[in-house]
């Protein structure tokens, strides 16, 4: 039989996609990738890309190519067995489609409120945004996402944001949009000197705070919404306002180490157990809370009986308190299961269920393992993420009965 001389590449990378028919077909062979000419496993994903690529009408990159023409050549015996003869088409190769380019740059730029990174696929670079994302590096909304139709990621510009970005950018060696460069200068600047543009709080007496480099909407709001308020109020705005509160103001009103973790951030994280957590929040006045559970696992039930056990004794009852599980083990503990405009705790072991348009109960915090989440249902209010450091030892009642 005479053999068949191939008259491009592309004729090769389609005849071991099986998307066309070679001279001679085996027996029993159907069309399909690897029908004719069989692939090892590595190189069935390139054949595939490459084989759509060259169904619309698409050319290779030159890096393609060159791979192409490898695998054409490395195929050649099972070439053979279908009619094709690929040693003049590997030592002289032709290509019917124009060479495609791709803009390998990797660019920096900001336009009004997203960050926009572009460079060309790398999978340890997309591996590292969405960690930041998922892990919250990156403060954002569901709009922070990889842009499909423009090739780019778009990620919300926040000041926290623009700098985490370009540093890791400046470390992939992108190039900077001469707007992004003053950008950044600017809030260098800032970092810098902080003492001459952070917002913070100092103890002005014993009953109130006084801002500092705070910009006229905030003062007018301090002013008319918060300064009259209780010490304790006022400190807890900060948190909740973004205001730094000066280390005199933590210290001077006997803050312990907790609890100034927890007055001074937004979202935290802690090595504390839950229970600390929670009576300490509840010792500062917060006045709506959720707790998250995310098992059924032994050691969740045992916290949440020590917590109902503890929430008695402290306060005589449990009527603000819900426990909204599908786990019938807490049914004992004989607390409700639905809010009430009264509740003022609850305990889910699914913290979406905060979001059900039947209930009225808008957390002032979160508490829970792996809860610590920013982009939906704990915007607006604090969120304590709880590493266990151990042993239940930092919240005590003087009662033989709960152990």
Not at 77 to 89: H, M, T
Not at 155 to 173: A, H, M, P, V
Not at 217 to 236: A, T
Not at 363 to 380: C, E, P, S, W
Request: glycine letters at 4%; aromatic letters at 10%; one cysteine or more.
């Amino acid at each position: 039989m005479k053999m068949l001389l191939p008259k491009s590449i592309e004729y090769c990378m389609e005849i071991m996609a099986g998307s066309v028919s070679p001279p001679k077909v085996p027996k029993g062979r159907h069309t399909g990738i690897g029908m004719y000419i069989k692939l090892a496993r590595y190189d069935v994903n390139f054949v595939n890309n490459v084989s759509s690529y060259i169904h619309r009408g698409l050319g290779m990159t030159s890096r393609q190519r060159e791979l192409a023409i490898k695998l054409t050549a490395k195929y050649r015996k099972q070439f053979r067995n279908v009619g094709i003869d690929v040693s003049g088409i590997t030592k002289n190769p032709e290509f019917r489609t124009e060479v495609r380019t791709v803009d390998r740059s990797k660019r920096f730029s900001v336009i009004n409120d997203f960050i926009h990174l572009y460079f060309p696929y790398n999978q340890e670079m997309i591996k590292e945004i969405n960690t930041m994302l998922r892990e919250d590096v990156l403060i954002h909304n569901s709009q922070s996402q990889w842009n499909a139709d423009e090739k780019r990621w778009d990620i919300n510009n926040t000041e926290g944001n623009f700098i985490t970005l370009y540093d890791w950018s400046k470390k992939n060696k992108f190039d900077f949009s001469p707007e992004s460069i003053k950008y950044y200068n600017k809030l260098d600047k800032i970092i810098q000197n902080q003492e001459k543009y952070n917002i913070y709080a100092t103890a002005k007496d014993d009953s109130s705070l006084e801002l500092h480099n705070a910009p006229k909407e905030l003062q007018e709001y301090w002013n008319s919404h918060i300064k009259d308020k209780k010490l304790l109020e006022q400190v807890k705005s900060c948190g909740l306002l973004a205001i730094d509160l000066d280390k005199s103001v933590l210290t001077k009103y006997n803050f312990n180490k907790i609890q100034q973790e927890i007055l001074s951030k937004v979202f935290i994280t802690v090595e504390e157990p839950i229970s600390s957590v929670l009576f300490t929040c509840l010792d500062l006045g917060f006045e709506k809370i959720a707790v998250g559970l995310t098992s059924h696992s032994a050691s969740n039930v045992e916290q949440v009986n020590k917590i109902i056990k503890w929430y008695r004794v402290k306060f005589d009852n449990t009527d603000d308190v819900v426990i909204n599980s599908k786990n019938t083990i807490f049914t004992d503990l004989k607390v409700p299961s639905e809010p009430t405009d009264k509740t003022r705790l609850i305990i889910t072991d699914r913290m979406s269920r905060l979001q059900n348009k039947h209930w009225d109960f808008k957390a002032d915090v979160t508490i829970g393992h792996g809860m610590y989440n920013k982009r939906n249902i704990f915007q607006g209010s604090k969120v304590i993420d709880v590493k266990p450091s151990g042993e239940e030892d930092g919240w005590r009642v003087d009662s033989d009965d709960l152990f």
